[in-house]
């Protein structure tokens, strides 16, 4: 079981490491806060476990490789980068669509009933929006290997690593569902718009497809 774990110093900087890198905002937290304040705190919550399974997806891809091949490999990061890309524009137009937006809970402290119904839908486009993003791969292939200890087994520090990684960042994401909770009843006047509320959402989705669709992999110097 040590072998899967790095030395004490190693350990702590990769800790001290991950919390900085996972309270920084990227797309999957602008992901996450905006289903939190269009649909509410359990919606968000539905969505960290989403994009936590989807960043564990790519931890493990990554221990055994898969970075790599995107790292080397302009076709399979292409084919993967559009796939989440055409993911998140379609989210976008479900966005557009007053039926899908109005089944959603209006507030966090709707009833549990009419959450539950639509959990798994939000728990399945948080993981494939995370695990669709070839970026996040790489990022733990580049990561993950500066807190491996020599001498020990790689591909279980790395995927230790990247488990204790995506514990962190679903903390941190969850954290900023609180407070988009906390801060969702101010916004009172925009959420009686439903039509205001969907254009806002399907904005953010195409946005964020729009980012991935022209991200490029970061090839080593």
Known sequence: MSEALAPTPLLAAFLVASVVLAITPGPGVIYIVTRTLAQGRRAGIASVLGVALGNLGNALGASVGLAALFAVS?????VVKFAGAAYLVWLGVQALR????????ARSEGPSSVVGANAGRLLRDGFVVALLNPKTAIFFAAFLPQFIAPGAAPLLQSVGLGVAFVLIAACTDTAYVLAAGMVAPRLGGLRASAKVGRW??????????????????????
Not at 74 to 78: G, H
Not at 98 to 105: H, L, N
Request: no cysteine.
């Open 74 to 78: 302009s076709m399979a990061f292409t």
């Open 98 to 105: 007053p039926v899908a937006f109005a089944a959603a809970p």
């Open 200 to 221: 806002l959402t399907a904005a953010v989705f195409f946005g964020l497809g729009m980012l991935t669709a022209t991200s490029e992999p970061h090839r080593p110097k």
